[in-house]
């Protein structure tokens, strides 16, 4: 498709900034897939669209405080953002991008802030390098401690001691993203037990999100979009789950469109089946969904492949009426904004 057909226009000011004080105190836009009705509700009370039967899907995925700073030993800075653990290489060594790339000609060794060095070993190609560590001691002890939350570009400004805690889910448990599965970032533990006391189920995938995600399309035709690699897993629980959900006419909830990719992936066969490997999945407006029946999302940027999916599952023009609507009830879009409920 076009890519272009995806484009709306997205305020400046309506990319929020900041999470709010509460995660689930965001406003919740209700979109009925079948007859592009909307309606205006909260987060809290999310209990209100959802059935006894329907079963909630979350990405347990942790992020990595990815984001690292250094110098070279002229004194030029340059920014190490953390991708996953290489494929190549030998244990312990990283695949990294590293900016400006133009700096780095040839393996070189960069003095980390505050402590400790990163070889860059080989240049990959598209500004992404095989880097490796010493000097930091335990390398998951120091990423912890000195690793920057990796806000994505356009929420602008330097990450804070509020994002360690609020650029995560609270049912994050499995370290590996670089960015955060954000439909997530809404819930709290009292909403989640809201829900189950309501007879909503809950089951968890992992899918660890890379930063290709999230990155804009070029104009053209989407067929020309490379996905990247992320991993995902399904794990056997949730199949059972799910299959007992859909037996009992209930809903499959996919909280965020990685879980949607996730569970889809999985799908690919023809029928949900447990899995644990890498995607390049891309849904895109044409795709057959197999397991998922309802999605609660946020709003996504234009010309995103993220926007693409929610426009396959709800239709591309309902979803950017709903979009347009949105932004004149100020809605907040994008990681720390308001959330979508498609039904």
Same mark, same amino acid.
Request: proline share 6%; glycine share 8%; with cysteine.
């Given at each position: ?232 897993? &399904?794990?056997?629980?949730?199949? *059972? %789950?799910? =299959?007992? $959900?859909? /037996? ?5 909830? !996919? &909280?965020?469109?990685?879980?949607? *990719? %996730?569970? =889809?992936? $999985?799908? /690919? ?5 447990? !899995? ?68």
């Amino acid at each position: 498709m076009d890519t272009r057909l995806f484009h709306y226009d997205l305020p400046e000011d309506r990319i929020a900034q900041h999470p709010l004080p509460k995660r689930d105190g965001a406003k919740l836009l209700v979109l009925d897939r079948s007859t592009g009705r909307v309606e205006h509700s909260s987060v809290r009370d999310l209990g209100r669209w959802l059935q006894p039967r329907d079963l909630l899907v979350v990405n347990k995925t942790r992020v990595l405080p990815a984001r690292l700073y250094a110098t070279k030993d002229t004194g030029a800075e340059l920014e190490v953002f953390l991708l996953r653990p290489a494929l190549l290489g030998k244990a312990g060594d990283w695949e990294a991008l590293v900016s400006p790339g133009k700096r780095i000609k040839g393996p070189a060794r960069l003095r980390l802030k505050p402590r400790g060095w990163v070889d860059v070993q080989e240049n990959l190609g598209e500004g992404h390098f095989l880097v490796s560590f010493s000097g930091t001691g335990p390398f998951r002890r120091f990423l912890q401690e000195c690793g920057h939350v990796p806000l994505p570009p356009y929420i602008k400004r330097e990450d804070g001691k509020a994002d360690r805690d609020r650029y995560q889910t609270v049912f994050a448990k499995r370290d590996g993203s670089v960015a955060a599965p954000t439909a997530g970032l809404h819930f709290t533990p009292e909403l989640l037990g809201d829900l189950k006391r309501a007879g909503v189920g809950r089951s968890e995938v992992v899918l660890h999100v890379g930063l290709g995600t999230f990155l804009p399309m070029d104009e053209g035709d989407s067929d020309d979009h490379v996905m990247h690699p992320e991993s995902f897993e &399904v794990p056997v629980a949730t199949v *059972r %789950a799910i =299959e007992g $959900a859909k /037996s009992r006419k209930g809903r499959v909830v !996919a &909280v965020g469109t990685t879980v949607c *990719r %996730a569970l =889809e992936a $999985a799908s /690919s066969s023809g029928t949900l089946q447990p !899995a644990k490997d890498e995607t390049r999945i891309f849904i895109q407006p044409g795709f057959s969904f197999r397991t998922v029946d309802a999605l609660f999302t946020n709003f996504h940027q234009p010309m995103s492949t993220l926007l693409m999916l929610v426009s396959a599952f709800a239709g591309r023009e309902r979803v950017l009426a709903a979009y347009r609507e949105a932004i004149r009830e100020k809605y907040r879009f994008l990681s720390y904004g308001d959330a979508m409920l498609i039904l």
